[in-house]
């Protein structure tokens, strides 16, 4: 993975006052930390990260250029998100260096076509995201799952993976991936036997259709 530079500035704001007043602006805070070194606030403008967020992902490796601080090697540690709004309220980057492992979590995408999904299986792809130990610059920016000999019933686990050297799978291996599973078939209702029986019968009192009823016995009134 190519390291993607990314210019912040530093803060000098705090405080939840200071965060709203930024965030009103179109400026989203943000804290860099790790390394046993000092923790330092940041800002960055809302619609840069969001351009940024979109070419690279949330994944990538940064190379965080920080007004008259230089530039450091750093991960996105976490994103916080407006439950409402769905606006970026805040960044936590954590710095990392370049010759020492570190865990990662790498999206996946499927290629091809699955024969089983065009015989009418339901293609299922419940884990989207690999966690993986490695060297930052090994980190695979995706990892494509082929899907193309796919039939209904076929799996695909977590140890089908194959990558490159120096890469260490961190998920439990027997984890499913995506699957290709048998349609669901609705049945039709069936009509409860003993009401057909009882209308070809007749209900008490009522003619069957096609039949004569019988006259009423008349009876001398006392």
């Given at each position: 993975m190519r390291q993607v530079e990314l210019v912040v500035q530093k803060r000098n704001a705090f405080g939840k006052g200071a965060a709203r007043t930024l965030r009103r602006s179109g400026i989203i805070p943000g804290i860099l930390y790790g390394r046993d070194q000092d923790t330092m606030p940041v800002q960055i403008s809302e619609q840069t990260f969001r351009q940024f967020l979109r070419a690279n992902g949330k994944n990538a490796l940064i190379g965080l250029n920080i007004d008259e601080c230089g530039t450091e090697s750093v991960l996105i540690k976490e994103l916080q998100i407006h439950p409402v709004r769905r606006s970026l309220i805040h960044a936590d980057f954590i710095r990392i260096a370049l010759d020492e492992p570190v865990?990662?979590?790498?999206?996946?995408?499927?290629?091809?076509?699955?024969?089983?999904?065009?015989?009418?299986?339901?293609?299922?792809?419940?884990?989207?995201?690999?966690?993986?130990?490695c060297l930052p610059l090994l980190i695979p920016e995706e990892i494509q799952v082929d899907i193309g000999e796919m039939n209904i019933g076929d799996t695909i686990r977590v140890e089908d993976i194959a990558l490159d050297e120096g890469?260490?799978?961190?998920?439990?291996?027997?984890?499913?991936?995506?699957?290709?599973?048998?349609?669901?078939?609705?049945?039709?209702?069936?009509?409860?036997v003993e009401d057909?029986?009882?209308?070809?019968?007749?209900?008490?009192?009522?003619?069957?259709?096609?039949?004569?009823p019988e006259p009423e016995e008349e009876t001398d009134d006392e």
């Open positions: 865990t990662a979590p790498v999206l996946m995408t499927l290629v091809g076509s699955a024969p089983g999904v065009l015989e009418g299986g339901v293609l299922t792809f419940a884990f989207r995201q690999l966690s993986v130990n890469i260490e799978k961190l998920d439990d291996s027997q984890t499913q991936i995506v699957s290709v599973v048998p349609p669901i078939i609705e049945v039709e209702p069936v009509e409860d057909i029986e009882g209308l070809e019968e007749g209900e008490e009192g009522e003619p069957v259709e096609g039949e004569t």
